[in-house]
């Protein structure tokens, strides 16, 4: 079953990510379809509907993410959560190189992989979005 999220608290989520995915920091506008409402942990986990738990996301980071919450890391066999857009900053996880989200941690490492971050076509939008100076919108 789906959660519905009041328009208000959508609103809220929308304005305090910038209208970015928090995941890969596309901008709502650059893409084809709305951004969606993420439960940072699942409900199937536990995960609440509060702001605190609510992440803005693109539709691609979302559905790779499903109700995950973890992955393997930089390390084999060692299990890391996910990049958690209310505890922690993207750019102590990440950085940016031509197009490429690069990790810096486990945690990034994990979330790079499970949200297939870097597939070929989505860092190709990102260099076409780069050249046009639409990406990233504003330092993460
Ligand atoms: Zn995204």
């Known amino acids: 079953m789906r959660a519905e999220i ?3 608290v959508r609103l809220l989520v929308s304005s305090r990510a ?3 995915c928090e995941y890969c920091l596309l901008h709502e506008e650059d893409s084809f ?7 940072i942990i699942s409900r199937k986990h536990g995960g609440s509907s509060s702001p605190d738990n609510l992440a803005f996301a693109c539709i691609r980071c979302n559905a790779w993410k ?11 066999d060692r299990v890391s959560p996910l990049f958690h857009p209310r505890k922690d900053r993207w750019l ?6 031509a197009g490429e989200i690069i990790p810096l941690t486990s945690v990034g ?7 297939r971050l870097n597939l ?3 860092v190709t939008e ?11 919108r504003k330092e993460p």
């Not at 379809?33 to 439960?39: A, F, K, L, R, Y």
């Open 120 to 122: 070929l076509g989505r």
């Open 66 to 76: 499903g109700s995950d919450i973890a992955s393997l890391g930089f390390e084999p």
């Open 33 to 39: 379809t709305p951004h969606q409402i993420d439960h």
């Open 109 to 115: 490492a994990a979330t790079v992989r499970l949200l």
């Open 126 to 136: 990102r260099r076409v979005l780069i050249q046009c100076r639409r990406y990233p």
């Open 18 to 20: 910038a209208r970015r």
């Open 92 to 97: 102590d996880h990440f950085r940016l190189e």
């Open 6 to 8: 009041p328009a208000d």
